[in-house]
């Protein structure tokens, strides 16, 4: 619930559980609030419960979350083990890259130390031979108005590791990199996109590597393209750990501007067979919502066109505000610009460990739709 929404001010501390009423003092259960957010109030539950109840509540909804990760993730050994608001402890994420467990506390009752207790005992419970890792994003913590801290290893000895998806194999550092490191959201969007590509194929946006080493088995040639001198630094040294399943050879990766690149080589005639658009979030707001459709529907046309007839496009995006619907239409629009005949072969979203939570929209960020070029 938004600061707007409330009817009266919230007489509470920072990160306090507070009962929420309605204004016909309907009781619509307990919160934890934020004095700083201008998401003030996030649901906990529909009953009100007590602040000796908490720790608990919080240990119980852990348990129920990496019970579920162990039911739906399978042929990896990392994933997201809470979501948030999905998993019912809004503001809380965890992601378990094999023997190394991250977590990131968004809002100020995740800070609170009678909290983190519990959080880490049951953590330290589940996964008992894992290293835990606070990953801190400054700027949130700015905004929820929390001192400053550095991300830290809280138990256990190792930040880095190395991770298995898919038999595909990444170093990972829990204390470098973007996000919480790996894409974990795109893992089975990876297994998706290596069943349909071949031949020659260009990975636009590939950050550490991510699609392209899962195309580099079943593909004539990989290039892949990135901004980040440091992100591809990595995706050299995973391709190091893999090289012996690649069919591809060598994997040419080339530090570029995506737009600029591809138009060059839009002029000089390259084709391909598969290509892969994995761009970062071009709409933060719903204000950018038009000039990211333009800079979507500038990528995938020139992608088209390089692709010849029985091409793969797999194009994807992670800005929220950009629609499943939205994004159709654009990607329907640079086909016909395009002059070609295209067919979607899936509509797919974040990997399972990621659910979408009905009625929260910003839980269905990401789109990964996986299309085909007739003629
Ligand atoms: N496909 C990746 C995730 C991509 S995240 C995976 O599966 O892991 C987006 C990436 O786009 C980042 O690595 C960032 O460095 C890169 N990037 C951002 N703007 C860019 C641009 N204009 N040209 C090329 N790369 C860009």
């Not at 391709?239 to 501007?257: C, D, F, P, Y």
């Amino acid at each position: 619930m938004y600061r707007s929404d409330l009817l009266s001010p919230v007489g509470a501390s920072a990160g306090a559980l507070v009962h929420v009423r309605d204004e016909r003092s309907r009781k619509l259960g307990s919160a934890l609030y934020s004095s700083a957010s201008q998401i003030a109030i996030r649901l906990l539950s529909s009953e009100e419960i007590t602040d000796a109840a908490l720790p608990d509540l919080v240990r119980r909804r852990i348990g129920n979350a990496a019970n579920f990760r162990r039911q739906i993730a399978h042929n990896t050994d990392s994933c997201r083990i809470i979501f948030s608001e999905a998993d019912l402890l809004p503001g809380l994420i965890v992601d378990q890259y094999n023997d190394v467990v991250v977590l990131q506390a968004l809002i100020q009752a995740f800070d609170r130390e009678d909290l983190r207790r519990p959080v880490l005992d049951s953590l330290t419970e589940h996964f008992s031979a894992a290293s835990i890792v606070e990953r801190v994003d400054p700027h949130i913590r700015e905004l929820e108005q929390l001192p400053p801290r550095e991300s830290q290893l809280l138990r256990g000895e190792r930040s880095r590791t190395i991770v298995t998806l898919n038999g595909v194999r990444f170093h990972y550092d829990a204390l470098s990199g973007q996000k919480t490191g790996a894409f974990l959201d795109q893992r089975e969007n990876y297994a998706a996109a290596a069943r349909y590509a071949h031949g020659a194929a260009l990975d636009v946006f590939t950050y550490q590597g991510g699609f392209a080493l899962h195309l580099a088995p079943v593909c004539e040639s990989v290039t892949a393209i990135d901004s980040s001198r440091p992100a591809l630094e990595v995706a050299e040294q995973n391709e190091q750990l893999n090289r012996a399943q690649h069919r591809s050879g060598e994997i040419e990766w080339i530090e570029a501007n995506a737009f600029d690149l591809l138009k060059d080589y839009a002029a000089v005639g390259h084709e391909y067979d598969t290509i892969v658009l994995d761009p970062p979030a071009f709409a933060k707001t719903k204000r950018a919502l038009p000039t990211a459709l333009r800079g979507y529907k500038e990528l995938n046309l020139r992608a088209l066109k390089m692709l010849r007839p029985g091409g793969i496009l797999v194009t994807c995006s992670c800005s929220f505000h950009v629609s499943e619907a939205e994004f159709l239409e654009m990607l329907g629009s640079a086909a016909s610009d395009a002059g070609h005949v295209v067919r979607i072969l899936e509509k797919r979203g974040a990997a399972q460990d990621h659910p979408v939570l009905l009625n929260v929209p910003e839980t269905a960020y990401l789109k990964c739709v996986i299309a085909q070029v007739l003629h």
